[in-house]
């Protein structure tokens, strides 16, 4: 053997591809991490992972119930209010409540960290990769809502994984980022609580975006969130344009976020492993 | 061509970060002026070591004295601050009985967990139940298990991964006394085959019978390192 398998002074990194077989067993660890996750969360509880959809369809109910009367006329497309409000909900849901969910996973896998030779990268990607089922699973209600509306589903849905797993990786990323904070300074998880709450008013959840001035829009659409939106109703609902814009900036948001977010985490790595 | 060394520990030094006598708050970080909101504390100095593979090593010290830290930034749990950690070989860490698994999880997803966390994607399910005597209680949640039954799987995990390196925290006093004679038994097997053993104890009878080479670390520094019998008598008569 001429090589070291561990050597502090080599730099810290997430994918241990230099290592043979390392790609293989950080997959296969990764699927056994999102079957327990899965397990943890859903299979338990009576109602399972319809659990899930409980929040965002009230969320959905209750404001089409008070913003029906204002909003509705703004929509010239034909697409209905209360779809139009639960595809929005179900987005938010997944991204905004998906970074509070994984990083409160992150900090309490701390003592894995500490003990075992886990990831937090993997930990937070696998939370990512399950929230991703209340998408999925959310498209049930959206299309029931929709066809008692008189919509059809749209032809692009089978493009959703593919905005799920865009999803999955700005989850992870901005994850991370919350992690080395929360871990600092304790009281950050309220931060990233009200953030959360913000953004999704910042995003065009309950009104369109027609109902709101110029000004107004022009900050919405730097908000990463709105595209994510904007793509889901494309691919289910048919709704809107979800231009090539949309894509490159939530693809783009997304890469950054996550490429920003294990930066972060190797860079600050050495001081976060002794505050856990 | 010349055989490296399995553990080898040059000029280490580790630091704790502790918030200070402050809670761990927003509003104690922007009521900073010059003073720095963590303490930095010094536990492991200037360590240099090196094990050979193969080798069993018994690591002993007073409460505190910085063991059960320099294990872990043997398994590359810690990262040094300073210094230089080179490790050869399939480490496997025993620090604390129990870590990684889920108490709402089965004892065969548990070991199925834990086995991948510790890098074995193919383990034997069955032979580890079998050896933790947990055969029958595969299917039931490890939150109705109690600590002994806790330890051995997690025992049986550990060793099951055929480790070239062994890293033990002072897991051998939990459990009963056939626990501890059947792990004592497994861990005398892997000592005398190629597997370099590191054992953290306050037992110092066990470490005498089963080392090699004890090392006697007071406040993160190597006091003392040799022979069992002549560190122990430096130990005691300190």
Redesign the interface.
Same mark, same amino acid.
């Given at each position: 053997m001429t090589n070291f398998t561990y050597d502090s002074s080599r730099p810290r990194r997430t994918f241990i591809l230099k290592r043979p077989g390392g790609f293989i067993l950080e997959y296969r660890l990764l699927r056994v991490l999102v079957l327990k996750d899965f397990a943890t969360r859903y299979q338990r509880s009576i109602v399972g992972i319809w659990w899930a959809l409980i929040n965002p369809t009230l969320s959905a109910v209750v404001l089409f119930f008070v913003f029906h009367s204002t909003y509705s006329g703004k929509f010239s497309s034909g697409i209905s209010f209360g779809p139009y409000i639960l595809s929005g909900t179900l987005v938010l849901s997944f991204l905004a409540t998906g970074i509070v969910t994984t990083t409160q996973n992150l900090v309490s896998s701390a003592t894995i960290f500490t003990r075992l030779p886990a990831r937090p990268e993997i930990f937070a990607l696998s939370s990512a990769i399950v929230l991703t089922l209340n998408i999925f699973m959310g498209i049930i209600p959206l299309a029931v809502w929709n066809f008692i509306q008189g919509g059809t589903l749209s032809p692009f849905i089978f493009f959703v994984p593919v905005e799920a797993l865009l999803g999955c990786i700005f989850i992870t990323g901005l994850a991370l980022i919350c992690f080395v904070a929360v871990v600092r300074i304790g009281d950050v998880i309220n931060v990233i609580n009200i953030a959360a709450t913000l953004a999704t008013y910042l995003t065009p959840v309950f009104y369109p975006m027609n109902a709101i001035s110029a000004r107004a829009q022009l900050f919405l659409n730097l908000n990463p969130l709105t595209h994510f939106v904007n793509i889901f109703r494309k691919l289910t609902l048919n709704y809107g344009e979800a231009r090539w814009y949309d894509w490159l900036y939530c693809s783009g948001s997304s890469v950054l976020v996550f490429i920003i977010g294990l930066y972060i985490l190797n860079r600050t790595w050495k001081q976060t492993v002794t505050l856990l | 061509?010349k055989?490296?060394p399995a553990i080898?520990l040059e000029d280490v030094c580790f *630091?704790? =970060?502790?918030v200070g006598n402050r809670k761990?708050? #927003?509003k104690n #970080?922007m009521s900073l002026r010059n003073e720095s909101f963590y303490l930095k504390k010094r536990v492991i100095s200037d360590v240099n070591l090196q094990i050979q593979s193969g080798e069993n090593v018994g690591l002993i010290g007073k409460n505190g004295s910085g063991k059960s830290t320099l294990l872990?930034i043997m !398994?590359?749990?810690?990262?040094?601050?300073e210094?230089?950690?080179?490790?050869? @070989?399939?480490?496997s860490?025993l620090?604390?009985l129990g !870590? @990684?698994f =889920?108490p709402? #999880?089965s004892a065969k *997803?548990n070991v199925? #967990?834990?086995s =991948?966390?510790? @890098?074995n994607?193919n383990p034997e399910i069955p032979e580890i139940l079998e050896w933790a005597n947990l055969s029958g209680e595969s299917n039931n949640p490890i939150r109705t298990f109690s600590s002994g039954m806790i330890a051995r799987l997690a025992f049986s995990i550990a060793t099951s991964i055929n480790p070239e390196i062994l890293l033990v925290d002072e897991v051998l006093s939990v459990g009963d006394e056939d626990f501890r004679k059947k792990s004592l038994k497994r861990m005398r097997d892997l000592m005398a085959s190629d597997c370099t053993v590191v054992l953290v104890s306050h037992d110092l009878k066990l470490l005498e019978t089963e080392c090699s080479r004890i090392v006697w670390l007071e406040k993160g520094e190597i006091v003392m390192q040799g022979e069992p019998k002549k560190v122990l008598s430096g130990y005691l008569g300190d």
């Open positions: - | 061509m055989t490296l080898k *630091d704790y =970060h502790r761990q708050s #927003l #970080l872990r !398994a590359g749990l810690y990262p040094p601050f210094g230089r950690v080179q490790v050869n @070989g399939r480490i860490p620090m604390d !870590a @990684g =889920h709402e #999880l *997803d199925r #967990l834990n =991948h966390l510790l @890098g994607i």
